[in-house]
């Protein structure tokens, strides 16, 4: 039983973690990084703050999961 509702809670978070990614702006990259991009630094705010949040509450709960039921094995 608590193995069903682990694998449940991994398979939600990884696809919540999934569009999460899918969803994050693409204007950086590794070109930014190097100096390709020519923007200036800008915050996140509303929507795109949120994604960010989520794809990091949703990484923490996808490992948590994962080490869980690695020691309840």
């Not at 999934?18 to 950086?28: A, E």
Request: aromatic share 8%; proline share 0%.
């Amino acid at each position: 039983m608590q193995k069903d509702i682990l694998t449940g809670i991994i398979i939600a978070s990884a696809v919540v973690l999934i569009v999460s990614v899918l969803l994050q702006k693409k204007d950086g990259g590794l070109g930014v990084t190097f100096g390709g991009g020519g923007g200036a630094y800008m915050k996140k705010r509303g929507a795109e703050k949120f994604v960010f949040y989520v794809t990091i509450v949703s990484a923490i709960i996808f490992v948590g999961t994962i080490l869980l039921s690695l020691v309840l094995k």
